[in-house]
């Protein structure tokens, strides 16, 4: 079935799906949900409702699973509040975590299982963070492959706060161009409002952003960045073929790679230094989406 919705949305890129809850709940998607949430690393942990997916012995999960399944197709399932908890980062900081409920982490990944497959189908061949059969090291070799070839002025951005400031509207609008279904609509919309219980007890709305930790929220995030990637490739499709961009080049102009990995990225630019620090607006050094602009040689970028 992600083959066909891939398939389907590849081939037609303005097509709209409206016909997507019964999969949500489908026994078959609800069975491969429950083993990635079983199976993943934040398995042992337990959300407010207290329960860690791994506690659930085998002979519960048929019964588990076909409540669920019931809750969802009749309208009855609610997401729940996250539990927040932070972790410390390496630089010190701290990066706070929102812990799903069971129920909601599996209808999460059923959810992600129905909707990843559309996405992807337009989502720009520069972003690596997040999608399937793509790592880090991909996005670091095609970096490499640029600044080989001249694109040595580096913009260097990190998108600050990305999770908690993603604005719902602007992200459901983005959402909508694919998908039509209203009860999904709803289900992401619900995800997106649950709130937060905070560590110090105190239970919070969300009015933006989507919790780092929720399964779903690594392609909502990807959904909603993808402008930055449509931008840039828009600007590198338009340059036309390697002979029309090598053309421009010698006349003078820059061109421009976007390489994003969730929610940091750089534009490898192959021009002036001002050609890359034009990208901000501004010659200083830091702003508010901390970005740097700098100069590599090849043999730097070789050994990075």
Not at 158 to 183: G, N, P, S, Y
Not at 200 to 219: A, C, E, H, K, Y
Request: charge should be positive; aromatic fraction near 8%; include cysteine.
């Amino acid at each position: 079935m992600q083959t066909k919705l891939h398939r389907w949305a590849t081939g037609e890129p303005a097509r709209r799906f409206d016909d997507l809850f019964n999969l949500v709940y489908d026994p078959a998607f609800l069975v491969a949900a429950w083993n990635r949430v079983q199976g993943n690393k934040g398995g042992r942990t337990a959300g407010v409702d207290g329960i860690a997916p791994r506690s659930i012995t085998p002979d519960r999960v048929s019964g588990m699973l076909t409540d669920l399944r019931e809750s969802v197709k009749n309208g009855q399932f609610v997401p729940e509040r996250v539990r927040q908890k932070s972790i410390p980062k390496a630089n010190g900081k701290v990066r706070k975590l929102g812990i799903p409920t069971m129920t909601d982490r599996i209808v999460q990944a059923s959810l992600k299982l129905v909707l990843e497959p559309i996405f992807e189908a337009d989502f720009v061949p520069s972003s690596y963070g997040f999608r399937p059969r793509r790592r880090a090291q991909d996005a670091i070799a095609e970096i490499h492959f640029y600044a080989s070839r001249g694109y040595v002025q580096v913009f260097e951005a990190d998108i600050t706060a990305c999770f908690d400031e993603i604005d719902h509207d602007a992200l459901m609008q983005r959402v909508r161009a694919r998908v039509v279904d209203k009860r999904v609509l709803r289900l992401i919309r619900g995800f997106l409002k649950a709130g937060v219980l905070s560590e110090d007890g105190v239970n919070r709305d969300t009015f933006t952003g989507t919790p780092q930790g929720g399964i779903l929220s690594p392609l909502l995030a990807n959904i909603a960045l993808s402008v930055v990637d449509e931008h840039f490739q828009r600007k590198w499709d338009a340059l036309g073929p390697q002979w029309s961009r090598t053309k421009h080049q010698r006349a003078g102009g820059a061109t421009m790679k976007l390489v994003r990995y969730a929610d940091d990225f750089v534009v490898l630019v192959r021009g002036t230094r001002e050609d890359a620090e034009a990208l901000s607006g501004t010659k200083s050094p830091v702003c508010s989406t901390r970005w740097a602009c700098a100069s590599r040689s090849r043999r730097r970028w070789s050994r990075t």
